[in-house]
């Protein structure tokens, strides 16, 4: 099959209108449990075709601003799915997927918060693969935290140097060290992203034909393949996503000399 990518995003578009599409509106979650099911089957298709990494888009910041009754569903699926994941017949544990959950987690419920947490302690020994679930997250939301943490840090450092200036150590040195303290790099906002530990995205996987990232890891798919299926998400199927692995190494130079020259 030639080179097979590290690491695969998936952003789930499609729900809603496949709902529609099944004259499914009686029950709000539907489109929803027909996606987490095509979930369930991409994460075995990734494990099988030796995929280390993926990750998901499953709550934007701006689905809070959908009908109250359907972010009420989500969140109950998302609460009863993630305490799904601790069951041993669950396709983490099936497929020794570690499981980090990223995003701005004060905007979730308590209960969301406490099953999440549980869920990353109780896979932090697997090693079949990283799965990355992002909640309440938007790529805006997660830059604007790290540059945050960054000037706090840097803050703190800064203070540090004072007061090493206050002890009469030389001015000249301790006014060099506040300066280099007081420079944010690269590094330093790197450090501090919600997805810091991934891995950047070899291919990301739009459903719906929609060619747009919609606020999903911008920082990390500048030198990614993008591909777009028609099908809502909950049709994606195993030909979607083989599709995709097949024409990644034809790529693959391509975006890592651009990647190399940035």
């Known amino acids: 099959m030639g080179t097979i990518p590290n690491h695969i995003a998936f952003i789930m578009d499609g729900n809603r209108r496949y709902a529609k599409k099944h004259n499914l509106w009686a029950d709000d979650a539907a489109g929803h449990k027909a996606g987490f099911l095509a ?26 601003k959908r009908r109250p009754n359907e972010v009420q569903y989500v969140m109950d699926l998302m609460l009863e799915k ?20 990223r995003g701005n987690m004060t905007l979730l419920t308590e209960p969301i918060r406490v099953a999440a947490e549980k869920a990353m302690v109780a896979t932090a020994n697997n090693t079949g693969m ?34 090493s200036k206050a002890r009469n150590q030389a001015i000249r040195d ?56 028609a099908v809502l998400w909950p049709e994606i199927g195993l030909r979607h996503l083989v599709r995709a692995v097949l024409d990644f190494p034809q790529h693959r130079s391509y975006l890592e000399k651009k990647k190399e020259q940035a």
């Not at 041993?88 to 997927?97: C, L």
């Open 39 to 64: 979930l369930a089957s991409m994460l075995k298709y990734c494990y099988e075709l030796g995929i280390k990494c993926a990750s998901i888009y499953a709550l934007s910041i701006d689905n809070f």
């Open 130 to 163: 990283m799965l990355f679930i992002c909640v309440a997250y938007t790529s805006t939301d997660e830059i604007v935290h790290a540059i945050q943490e960054s000037c706090n840090n840097k803050w703190v450092g800064i203070q540090e140097a004072n007061g």
């Open 174 to 229: 301790v006014e060099y060290q506040i300066e280099e303290k007081a420079i944010i790099k690269l590094r330093d906002i790197e450090k501090h992203m919600y997805m810091d530990v991934a891995p950047d995205p070899d291919i990301l996987i739009r459903t719906s034909g929609e060619h747009r990232l919609s606020n999903f890891q911008l920082w990390q798919t500048t030198y990614c393949l993008l591909y777009s299926p």
């Open 82 to 101: 993630i305490q799904g994941l601790l069951k041993e017949e669950s396709i983490v544990q099936k497929y020794g997927a570690r499981v980090y959950f």
